[in-house]
């Protein structure tokens, strides 16, 4: 919580790290493909990341170190 985003973007974060595809995400977690690039958005803003491969890197580490 300390990065600032709320439990669905943490929970959206943990599937996109494990390297599941959007669609896979929508499935899971009962959500539209549009509802998760939205997500995602708001991951990439909130942790000031642009780019999927700066992404990745900075979900690796901050659940890693978690």
Same mark, same amino acid.
């Given at each position: @919580?300390? /990065? +600032? #985003?709320? !439990?669905?973007?943490?929970? %959206?974060?943990?599937? %996109? =790290? *494990? +390297? &599941? /595809?959007? /669609?896979?995400?929508? *499935? =899971?977690? &009962? #959500? /539209?493909?549009?509802? %998760?690039? !939205? $997500?995602?958005?708001?991951?990439? =803003? !909130?942790? *000031?990341? $642009?780019? @999927? =491969? ?7 580490? &901050? &659940?890693?170190?978690?």
């Amino acid at each position: @919580q300390e /990065s +600032g #985003l709320a !439990k669905r973007e943490i929970e %959206v974060a943990c599937l %996109v =790290r *494990d +390297g &599941f /595809s959007n /669609s896979e995400i929508a *499935d =899971r977690l &009962f #959500l /539209s493909e549009a509802t %998760v690039k !939205k $997500h995602l958005e708001n991951i990439c =803003r !909130k942790l *000031d990341i $642009h780019g @999927q =491969r700066k992404l990745m890197a900075k979900l690796n580490s &901050f &659940f890693t170190l978690g």
